[in-house]
């Protein structure tokens, strides 16, 4: 089944891009008959005179106009002007041509003008003053540039300018009016006729070219010449002789303007007030303001890449002329009314077309006559039938039902006996029966005679909208309101609709060789299949829920006529829709952009939608009688060239397209790009991508606007492509760099360095806690080191005195109790306070808040307890100032422990300590009358004049200890007072 589905939808793609390849216009339309759209000033033109149209390398349209130059996307206007642009001279553009560079020429009444890399720059050449007027640019083969200006044709080759053909060549310089530059030959028309120049050598011309003006000069693919003349229109050279072309050619002497040549060899003329004319397989067909051409004055004429023709016209604006894929017949092709209700094929292959108000028509010789059997020639047709007998069946709005055969003619209405004169359908079955749906119920002819079926008979409801006699025998009968019943074997039977679609109203039936009926609606596209009806909707890919009719072509694909166009999709995809088995059916849809006058098809008779036997389709719209050729004129195949227009960074313009650079903190970035393409340029899609933001294609919608907000910082290729019309994308993406410039704060560096700083800072913590940690670490072993200082300079040294008095009691105890027992008061008294002084130490640990004494009090009582039968002389002298509480408490202990080894090592009888205090530092000097020393005396054990050194140290001062042998010791401590004040 998949294969089938995919080889039917194969076929279908096949279908719509088969065809020639870079067709132009049909020849065998007529000029009317192809898609034409306008352009005015209303819609952004500049002015609507239109001297010169051009195409550069990059695919657009260049117009010249009264007002400036336009630059044309499809869908919108780039003026260049000299108010916007002062390197223009004038804004009187005659005459353009594209270089092979990608550059535009631009000829002015004031001077040349270059654009190139989207700049404009004049053009001095020095052949002539730069406000010269140029009168005609061409482009050769080789790329060279032709100028008609100043004294005579002038050639840029090789990037420097000369004169080629001037008055030494026989060319008067003011007369020049048009040139022709190809395959070698150049020719210059004048105001006094043509001239015709190979390289240097002046070519004699056969004679019989009058001495007027020659506007337009153009030499075809077949070798004959054409020359346009301002007075005496249009004359041919072919095989060495002269002829005019007249009345009896089909082309009046009129004056002739501008002459161009399509790819397929159709030769376009243009003249001044009678329009444009085609010559095509010896024919000359009109086109003007009669069948909708802006103007009949006609200034330029342009064939683009795709075979569109440009028209530029005088006062009139720009008209594009395109193959559209389907062409509609109008008033113009005979209708007396392009309001269009029902088409119709006989059985020998004549079309027949009913209108709205203006009778019935038959297709003969290209044209629509009316057919006058009818005898209404202002009936509203509402259905068509041509019987087994060959009897043309008509059935109108208001005027009943007609008959017209062999036979003669007769009318079923009223007058008649029928209880209704509007019949909105007609209907042969298998039997030969002829039955017409009315507004009062249903009619059954046969044989002549006429009976009547309507809701006493089982109809549901009398007011019908449509019938169908199907293959089996039965008459499928829709209603206006809404609803279906089946007569089958003389009883009527409801068909139940899905219920999505349970109250619509069937407009059209199509019986496909299985016997499935399909029914276009107003809620869609209906299928009964083995006793069951289905839809198909918008959800699954059709343009509208309105459909008008329903036909089937030999390529096994359903098109549907509707409010919003024609539309066409293999049958075996709307199966599988209907079926449950996809969910979206692939096909095209045709608008007015195709050739349609208008996309709304009318759908209120029967049938308004056929399959000839020629292949071709027709359907019967608003605005005319659509025709669809077999296969379809052919795609568009050519990939369109999308170009990034404009890239604005927070509202402001960018000043390229190319690489846009946006300063920090991007609030909005706006693309906005076209594709180039001008046969239906409102039928283009858009896919883009920001690489880096965007995880896939994003489609964009009609605006052709890509937009981002807050773009993180970084560089980015913005990607966008475009597809025509029939799907074919661009082969390659046109893309622009982003570079959203960062903060410094997002940049590189800074991200470097705050992981730097993140080191260092962890590092510094790191360093900070074991610096932190060795601090306290010290303060530890400082404290543990002060603590055993204070034990050993307090309780230590206060016990140890203790000891040795109690030995002295000891002694005496015996010898003489009562100094003995006075003595030992005295020990007592001393471990009172060493007791006193360790609970000092305790509450100054634990941060007491007493007054401490006087220094020198302090100082004296230390001493005193520090050695027992030892004279201990202590003087102060000077102020104490800035020593503080806890260096003063080092420096007791200094002392204390210095007389407390003099009396306890040296065995000294006396002690003289001073302490003199000046304004920079305190001297601290002990001297006792011991035995002395001599080698070191900080043995293990011995901590005292240890300690006193690192208290001298803790206290920044000066610690130096002097000793001998019998001459006893002399301990000096300088302790600075700088900073402590």
């Known amino acids: 089944m998949f294969r089938l589905v995919r080889s039917a939808a194969a076929g279908f793609v096949l279908a719509l891009v088969a065809g020639p390849l870079c067709r132009g216009l049909d020849p065998e339309r007529k000029p009317w008959h192809y898609g034409m759209t306008q352009w005015q000033d209303s819609e952004g033109l500049p002015r609507n005179t239109v001297h010169a149209v051009a195409q550069t390398l990059d695919g657009y349209i260049w117009l010249g106009t009264e007002g400036g130059l336009a630059r044309f996307n499809g869908r919108e206007f780039v003026v260049f002007s000299r108010t916007t642009h002062p390197a223009m001279p004038n804004n009187g553009v005659v005459t353009l041509a594209a270089g092979p560079d990608g550059e535009l ?19 001095e050449t020095g052949l002539w003053p730069a406000e010269s007027a140029i009168r005609q640019i061409q482009c050769d083969a080789a790329g060279q540039i032709w100028v008609a200006a100043g004294r005579g044709v002038a050639r840029r080759k090789d990037g420097r300018w000369a004169y080629v053909y001037s008055e030494d060549s026989g060319l008067k310089p003011s007369a020049v009016r048009s040139l022709s530059v190809r395959g070698g030959e150049v020719w210059v028309g004048s105001t006094t006729g043509v001239d015709l120049f190979h390289g240097q050598r002046r070519i004699p011309l056969p004679g019989g070219i009058p001495p007027d003006t020659v506007r337009a000069v153009l030499r075809d693919s077949t070798g004959r010449v054409w020359i346009g003349t301002e007075n005496r229109g249009l004359y041919v050279i072919e095989a060495g002789r002269t002829r005019r072309i007249g009345p009896r050619e089909g082309f009046a002497p009129i004056s002739v303007r501008v002459m161009a040549e399509d790819r397929d060899g159709n030769v376009w003329i243009g003249t001044v007030g009678g329009g444009l004319c085609r010559y095509s397989q010896g024919r000359f067909d009109w086109l003007t303001t009669r069948q909708g051409l802006g103007s009949d004055h006609i200034r330029a004429l342009f064939e683009d890449r795709e075979g569109n023709l440009w028209i530029g016209t005088e006062a009139g604006g720009v008209t594009r002329l395109r193959n559209g894929r389907v062409s509609t017949m109008t008033t113009l ?29 038959e297709y003969r010789g290209g044209r629509f006559s009316l057919v006058g059997a009818l005898g209404m020639p202002s009936a509203f047709v509402t259905s068509i039938l041509e019987d087994r007998a060959g009897n043309l069946w008509v059935g109108t709005e208001g005027d009943g039902a007609f008959r017209i055969g062999p036979s003669g003619r007769q009318r079923y209405s009223s007058a008649s006996g029928i209880p209704e004169n509007s019949a ?65 074997n003389g009883k009527f039977e409801d068909i139940a609709l899905p219920r999505e679609a349970s109250h619509a109203t069937v407009n059209a039936f199509h019986e496909d060789a299985s016997r499935r009926i399909w029914m276009a609606s107003n809620a869609g596209l209906l299928l009964w299949e083995r006793g069951v009806a289905r839809l198909i909707g918008p959800d699954h890919g059709l343009p509208s829920e309105y459909l008008c009719s329903v036909v089937e072509d030999a390529a096994g694909r359903l098109w549907m006529s509707g409010v919003r166009g024609i539309f066409a999709a293999p049958k075996v995809e709307l199966l599988r829709a209907a079926r449950g088995e996809s969910k979206s059916v692939s096909g095209v849809t045709l608008t007015a952009a195709d050739g349609m006058r208008s996309s709304e098809c009318s759908g209120d008779a029967q049938p308004c939608g056929i399959v000839a036997k020629t292949g071709e389709l027709w359907f019967s719209t608003l605005r005319g009688l659509v025709r669809v050729p077999p296969g379809e004129p052919g795609p568009n195949v050519h990939p369109p060239p999308v170009v990034i227009e404009r890239v604005e960074v927070n509202g402001r313009p960018a000043d390229s397209t190319r690489r ?100 260092l800072i962890a590092y510094a913590a790191h360093w900070a806690r ?89 100082l004296r009582r230390v001493l005193d307890a520090a050695g027992p039968n030892l004279e201990v002389r ?56 011991g035995a002395g020393m001599s080698g070191s005396a900080e043995a293990a054990g011995h901590f005292g004049i240890a300690g006193m050194r690192e208290r001298a140290k803790l206290l920044g001062g000066r610690f130096q200890l002097t000793s001998a042998p019998a001459q006893g010791t002399r301990i000096e401590v300088e302790i600075p007072l700088r900073g402590r004040r």
């Open 874 to 929: 202590c003087t102060v002298e000077g102020s104490l100032s800035g020593l503080g509480p806890e260096a003063e408490k080092n420096l007791i202990r200094i002392a204390q422990e210095a007389v407390a080894n003099a009396s306890r090592h040296a065995r000294a009888r006396s002690v003289q300590v001073d302490v003199h205090f000046r304004r920079d530092a305190v001297l601290l000097a002990a001297a006792d009358d």
């Open 333 to 361: 092709d005979g209708f007396g009314s392009d309001f269009i209700r029902a088409v119709y094929e006989g059985r020998g292959g004549r079309l027949y077309a009913g209108t709205e108000g203006a009778g019935l028509y």
């Open 424 to 488: 909105w359908g007609l209907q042969e079955d298998k039997a030969g029966v002829v039955w017409i749906a009315t507004s009062n119920g249903l009619i059954r002819v046969e044989g002549g005679r006429a009976s009547f079926l309507r809701a006493p008979q089982g109809l549901r409801e009398n007011s019908l909208r449509g019938i169908h006699a199907a293959g089996d025998g039965s008459l499928w009968i829709a209603f206006r309101s809404w609803g279906l019943q089946r007569l089958r």
């Open 770 to 858: 074991t610096r932190s940690l060795r601090r306290e670490f010290a303060a530890v072993l400082k404290e543990r080191a002060r603590i055993a200082r204070e034990i050993h300079d307090t309780l230590l040294q206060g016990f140890a005195g203790a000891a040795l008095q109690l030995n002295a009691v000891l002694r005496r105890l015996h010898k003489d109790p009562e100094r003995a027992g006075q003595e030992l008061e005295q020990v007592l008294e001393q471990i009172d306070g060493c007791l006193m002084e360790a609970r000092s130490e305790i509450v100054e640990l634990r941060a007491s808040d007493g007054r401490p004494e006087p220094f020198e009090t302090r």
């Open 105 to 123: 020429w631009i000829g002015t009444r004031s001077g040349l003008v270059r654009y190139h890399n989207g700049r404009l720059q004049r053009v």
């Open 660 to 759: 846009v650079t946006s300063p920090p903190g991007n609030r909005l970035l706006a693309v906005e790009f076209a594709a180039l393409t001008f046969r239906a340029p409102e039928k283009v899609r858009y896919r883009y991508k920001l690489e880096g933001v965007d995880r896939d294609w994003v489609l964009a919608d009609e605006s052709a606007q890509a937009r981002y907000h807050n773009l993180p910082p970084g560089k980015r290729r913005f990607l966008v492509m475009a597809a025509n019309e029939d799907g074919v994308w661009s082969e390659r993406p046109s893309e622009v760099t982003i570079d959203v410039t960062p903060y410094f704060f997002q940049r590189g560096w800074f991200y470097a360095l705050c992981a730097l700083a993140a080191v």
